[in-house]
């Protein structure tokens, strides 16, 4: 395996090479040991899962920087870190990178906690700092290369193995290949451009989308249970006389690390049964959508709430938070029973514990708790692509049922999926085997 440059663009590769310019009639495919694709949490944690065991890594990532739901949906909490909550204090479930990077964050005064809801711990965390400290730790890699606002767009499979992968970038066209490729996508993009088997169910099914948004300069006891009542009543009464939309019901408003800011969660309808999370002008527009009903929201409360007469809009996220879209077909296909009994195979790499987090609708979120609270663990099989034998999957791209997705999504686990899924792609450019507890025990570390 060869040391790496950093890689900002295909500019730099071709600068003294005029004839291997994308543009030029033949392009030489670049190569690396392992190709991930996606730079959300699952994406990073897989790159720097790979890089730590010696593998050239190339990230690939869509939008301008890195995050991908948390900095440009504004997600603004790390659930899936911790077991349910029993004791006093909160009980750390993953370890390896997820919890490097947890404490990471804290350090830099990004996160605060976990902070306690009901049965569950969460770590809060701001999607800004979530953001830099990403750029930060793929930075401190000296094998890991980054293509930015570059898409997949074609892949080429020989029989059991992916072999390249054509990437679309303002500067024309790359080629990559590599042994091994991460789908991290949160979409299953790679996949769907490799004709690889992807799932999905029908949009007026799939888990609905958030849109999260900031406001500050609000009183600190917001929150307060009377206060939380006083609100919520305005709320209901608004929605009633129809002058707030049906969305206002189920605004979920949340605590931050910052003094005076609180930030607001609403599920949103999305269009029933044409909602497709992959169409990116329909994306575009439930965003300006959200946009506005966030604004009325905003006012509303500045002009009728006790606590909010100062309040201002912030943090406006750049798109919808997408909890479900494509799921990629692995060799294993987790089930909502699996998740719910704590089945541990033995093939596990990493270990899971959330509960179904339903956002269906025309209903109230719910929730569905492992029994007892229960850790399942994470097969290898699942993370590793029904149809070639190099691709690996992490983050909401893991195979999975669309039920038991609904608890395997949340960042903590996409973090240690990252984490095994890029561990497997480093065995298998290596030469070794690439074997679950092998892979369990270097992700424990």
């Not at 970038?169 to 996508?185: K, L, N, R, S, Y």
């Not at 798109?319 to 719910?340: C, D």
């Not at 569905?368 to 699942?382: F, H």
Request: net charge negative.
């Amino acid at each position: 395996m060869r040391a790496a440059g950093r890689l900002s663009g295909p500019s730099d590769f071709y600068h003294d090479c005029d004839h291997l310019r994308p543009e030029a009639d033949a392009v030489k495919p670049l190569s690396f040991d392992v190709v991930v694709a996606g730079g959300g949490p699952a994406g990073v944690v897989a790159a720097l899962s790979a890089s730590r065991s010696g593998a050239r890594v190339l990230l690939v990532e869509r939008e301008a920087g890195l995050g991908g739901n948390v900095r440009a949906a504004k997600v603004h909490s790390i659930c899936g870190l911790y077991r349910c909550a029993n004791g006093s204090s909160a009980e750390p479930l993953q370890t390896g990178l997820a919890m490097e990077f947890a404490r990471r964050l804290v350090a830099s005064g990004g996160a605060c906690g976990p902070r306690r809801f009901g049965r569950l711990d969460v770590l809060l965390q701001e999607p800004e700092a979530f953001a830099v400290l990403c750029e930060e730790w793929v930075a401190e890699a000296k094998s890991i290369e980054v293509m930015r606002n570059a898409r997949v767009t074609a892949g080429e499979v020989d029989g059991r193995t992916l072999k390249l992968l054509h990437l679309d970038m303002p500067e024309g066209q790359v080629i990559v290949e590599a042994h091994a490729f991460v789908e991290a996508t949160g979409d299953g993009n790679l996949a769907a451009v490799a004709n690889l088997s992807t799932e999905s169910v029908p949009g007026g099914e799939l888990q609905r989308p958030a849109y999260i948004f900031g406001l500050q300069s609000v009183a600190a006891d917001v929150l307060s249970p009377p206060a939380r009542l006083a609100w919520s009543a305005l709320l209901v009464a608004a929605v009633r006389d129809g002058r707030l939309g049906t969305g206002a019901l189920g605004a979920a408003v949340r605590p931050t690390c910052r003094h005076g800011m609180v930030r607001v969660t609403l599920d949103l309808a999305a269009g029933g049964g044409d909602y497709d999370p992959c169409d990116e002008v329909q994306v575009r527009r439930l965003t300006a959508e959200a946009r506005e009903s966030a604004e009325m929201l905003t006012g509303f409360l500045r002009r009728e709430a006790v606590g909010f007469e100062k309040a201002e809009g912030c943090s406006w996220p750049e798109r919808i938070g997408i909890r479900e879209s494509r799921r990629v077909r692995g060799q294993h296909l987790i089930t909502a029973n699996e998740v719910l009994s704590g089945l541990v195979p033995e093939d596990t790499v990493c270990f899971s514990f959330w509960p179904l987090e339903w956002h269906e609708a025309g209903a109230a979120m719910r929730m569905i708790y492992p029994d007892n609270g229960a850790v399942c663990g994470v097969p290898l099989r699942a993370l590793r692509s029904q149809d070639a034998d190099n691709v690996f999957l992490a983050g909401r791209c893991l195979s999975a049922t669309h039920e038991a997705q609904a608890s395997l999504r949340v960042i903590g686990t996409s973090m240690a999926t990252g984490q095994a899924a890029g561990q497997a792609g480093a065995c298998l450019a290596c030469g070794t085997e690439v074997e679950a507890r092998g892979i369990r025990e270097a992700c424990s570390r």
